[in-house]
Each structure stands twice: as C-alpha cells, then as structure tokens.
C-alpha cells in the first residue's frame, strides 16, 4: 500500500537556491483568495448547499479532464457514469474504476490536482488502487455526510472571493441573483454570458435556440435586427446580475461585418433551414463582430477561444452528449483574421479581450505581440490541453517577453469539478513562484520585485483583466 502525502516543495525548483526563493514567493500568495474568473460550475449548486452524493459523481464523472485519459487508456465512458439513457450507475464501482486506472494519472496535471484534493481535503493518505478503493470511497462517504462539506462551506473553506460560472444567455440567472441577495452567503458568485449557440444558422436548433432567447429577452428573435436586440438585452441582464464578462468558443477568429441586408437573408434562410454551408460561416464571422461591438458599447470583458474541433468523435456525441472529452485542438491564429475587430476596437477605452488558445505556439507568435501594442488585448493563461506547469513556464516566457507580466490574465481554472478549484489554483503559484525564482537567481528581478508580481498574479492582475472591481 503506497502512501499518499504530496511533498510541500512539489513543482519548486530543484536547485537548492532556486527552491528558497521560490518558497518565500510560494508563502506570498500560498493563502491569498481565490479570484476564478473563468469556469463551469453550477451556481445553484450554491444556492440549494445540497450534500454532494458520493465520491465518483464528485470527483470523477463531472469532470472531463479526468474521464477523457481514462476514456484514452480503453475505459468505457459508462463505467464513468457518463450514462444518455438516463440509467443510474453504481458509484462504487465508478469509484473503483477510477482507482484501479490511478496510474494513467502519473506525470499528468490532473494528477497534482486529484492528490491535492484527496489529501488536503479529504484527509486520505494512500494512493488509490484496487486495493484501497473501497476503503477511500467509505472516508469520502463519511466526509461528504459531514455539514463542512457541504457546497456552500467549502466555497468559504476554499477561500473563493469570485466565482465565475458559463452561462447561456436565455438563462434566468435566478441562481445568482438569489445567492447575491442571500446575507448568509459570502462571495460572490457571477454570471458569464456565452453566445455560441446563436452563431451558426446551420446549427441543429439554431432556431428553437432563439425562440428560447426572444422569450427571454422579451424581444422578436426571428429578425438578424431583433437577434441582435435580444442579445444586447440579456448582456443587460447579465451585468445587472453582477457579470462583467462574455465567453465566445468560435472555429476561427474570423470575425468580417455583413452589410445588414446580407444579414437578414441569411437569417431567414436559417429559419427556414436552407442556409449554404458558407453563408453559415459568414454569418458566424459577422456576428463575432458584433458581439465585439456590444462589448465596446457596454463594457463586458469579451472572452475569446477560436481553433477547438467541437464533438470530434461522432459516436461519442450520439451516445454521450456534449463535454465529454472529445473536444480537439485545431490550428488557428487571431493576428489575421482578428484585424477587422481591433482596427475598430483595438485602443477603445470600453473594449477588453482576453484572448486563449490551445495552440502554444500562438503565445509567442501572435497573442504576446497582440496584448504587446493593443491595449486591449490580453493574453488569457494557459488552460484546457496546456494548464500544466511545464506549459505555464513556457507561457510566461513567452508572453513577458512581448507583453510584460500585467497583460495577462491571472490562472484559469475552467473547471466544473467544484472540488478542484483549490488545487487547480495551488498548481498555478507554484508553477509561477518556481518561474519567479529562476528569474530571481539569474539576476532579472529583485525578490522584492518578484514577490509584488506573485501577488499581483493572484489578485490585481485577474481584477483588472476582467474588470472585478
């Protein structure tokens, strides 16, 4: 039985002096509050403060990071508890799934945050396995019983200041206006407005998608006009619920305006669903373009991700739905195909993009220079395929060089593992204390000098891209 204790000098660096600075910047911002500006929880998770189940519909099936590289060492999405039939699985035996896979973690970021998680939260001291399944499934059931484990205390133990959650904007938002209005409640939990579903004409329910937002809204939908009404309408609502970001996922970075003639035609033939593949994507770049625009005129920061093959594997989207792990990496760029949007926005006082990329190549090619001479344009952290040390370290680099340290955007945890927020957010000051280090022991930086950067990381930067005040 192998013991689980995660060693306190874990991702500093090896060099012994290297490792004393690195500590004492670690130490600067080890218990600083968790700003999350980015991510997929559930706000009513919160608001009902429900007792979380069990360990595998906690740990395991919500969160894709983990069921994708089980999925990948030949593990069947249904022994996840990835189900579209609606049957119910055995959680323990998802639960021993999981153990008994534990070695596809080794080397992996998702290993960091599940040894984290279990140790430090959990109190767990062995390694899962096939033998010890049983028995950390049984301490987690005794845990998750416990009243400090439910939702809305480990929020507070958590030391979570903000929480963005991902949100359509259809959504009532009922959630957070009731968490806001809760004197019970600490923190501050946002709604983030995320348009994709009205971009594609040629999407399937690309129209029964608009009759959910024109009702809403209280706004026609059935017009390019009255589509664009309805979004500016619910943006409104969105920020009157406290949220001060947008979140776009889009193919490409394409983003040339229509005249609105064009505009309203291609949107009837959508309606009607007769829209050629390539006025679809016409009609997707124009309305990236005026998504930007309603940012420049109401102030929400605009997230963009472009180069994500959605759903790559057809069979898993038929049996499982969306999100579980086959979205892909594809090639992208924003210097070209983001000109239109920055000729007409880049040095507007109102407009902020926060730009990320699966790709870390365009760190350094095109969105450090881009957040180097825009002012607003910021470079988004590595997430999703790159939120591992070893690609944070790369990233700092690379946007520094262009950029400098405050125009990028603070950690992006992304998740909807609830649990993991903590540990996601340990990785990334002790990924970026063992980059300050380096800097501090080759002589690029003063420990002082370092030390203001570490916790301008975790508290004024992300404040300051994201506008949370």
Not at 40 to 60: G, I, N, Q, Y
Not at 109 to 124: A, I
Not at 411 to 431: G, L, N
Request: proline share 7%; hydrophobic share 40%.
């Amino acid at each position: 039985m192998t013991s689980l204790h995660p060693h306190p000098d874990r991702l500093l660096p090896a060099d012994p002096a290297a490792r004393a600075v690195a500590r004492r910047l670690y130490d600067e911002v080890a218990s600083a509050p968790i700003l999350s500006p980015h991510g997929h929880v559930d706000a009513r998770m919160l608001l009902d403060d429900e007792p979380f189940d069990d360990a595998a519909s906690l740990l395991v099936t919500p969160d894709h990071y983990v069921t994708r590289l089980l999925h990948a060492h030949g593990v069947a999405l249904d022994r996840l508890g990835l189900r579209r039939d609606g049957a119910p699985a055995d959680p323990r035996e998802v639960w021993r799934t999981f153990c008994a896979h534990w070695d596809a973690f080794l080397a992996t970021p998702v290993r960091f945050w599940l040894e984290t998680q279990l140790h430090d939260l959990f109190e767990v001291d062995v390694q899962p396995s096939t033998s010890t399944a049983d028995a950390i499934f049984d301490q987690l059931a005794d845990r998750l019983a416990r009243p400090a484990y439910r939702p809305r205390a480990l929020f507070e133990r958590f030391g979570i200041e903000v929480l963005a959650t991902t949100d359509d904007p259809a959504d009532d938002l009922s959630a957070h206006r009731a968490l806001a209005a809760d004197p019970s409640f600490r923190g501050r939990v946002v709604p983030t407005f995320r348009p994709d579903r009205y971009l594609d004409p040629a999407a399937p329910g690309w129209a029964n998608g608009l009759d959910r937002l024109a009702a809403s809204a209280d706004v026609d939908a059935g017009t390019y006009a009255g589509l664009l009404d309805a979004l500016r309408a619910r943006r409104a609502a969105f920020a009157a619920a406290g949220g001060t970001a947008t979140d776009t996922g889009v193919p490409d970075a394409g983003c040339e305006p229509l005249d609105a003639a064009d505009a309203e035609r291609i949107h009837r033939e959508g309606l009607a669903g007769t829209v050629s593949a390539a006025d679809a994507v016409a009609y997707r770049r124009d309305l990236l373009f005026r998504l930007a625009e309603m940012s420049a005129d109401d102030g929400l920061v605009m997230q963009l991700h472009a180069g994500v093959i959605r759903n790559h594997h057809g069979p898993t989207l038929a049996s499982y739905g969306p999100d579980t792990g086959h979205d892909l990496p594809d090639v992208g760029g924003y210097t070209r195909p983001l000109r239109p949007i920055l000729e007409r926005f880049g040095t507007s006082e109102t407009f902020r993009i926060v730009l990320f990329t699966t790709d870390e190549s365009l760190f350094s090619r095109e969105i450090g220079p881009l957040a180097g001479f825009y002012p607003s344009v910021f470079a988004g952290a590595p997430w999703w395929f790159l939120d591992s040390p070893a690609a944070i370290a790369r990233y700092r680099s690379a946007v520094t060089d262009s950029a400098g340290v405050g125009k990028t955007s603070g950690f992006i945890d992304d998740t909807r593992a609830f649990c993991s927020i903590p540990a996601r957010h340990d990785m990334s000051r002790r990924a970026d204390a063992a980059w300050l280090a380096q800097l501090v022991t080759t002589h690029q930086l003063s420990e002082d000098e370092a030390a203001g950067i570490a916790r301008r990381l975790v508290d004024e930067i992300p404040r300051s891209a994201f506008r949370l005040g």
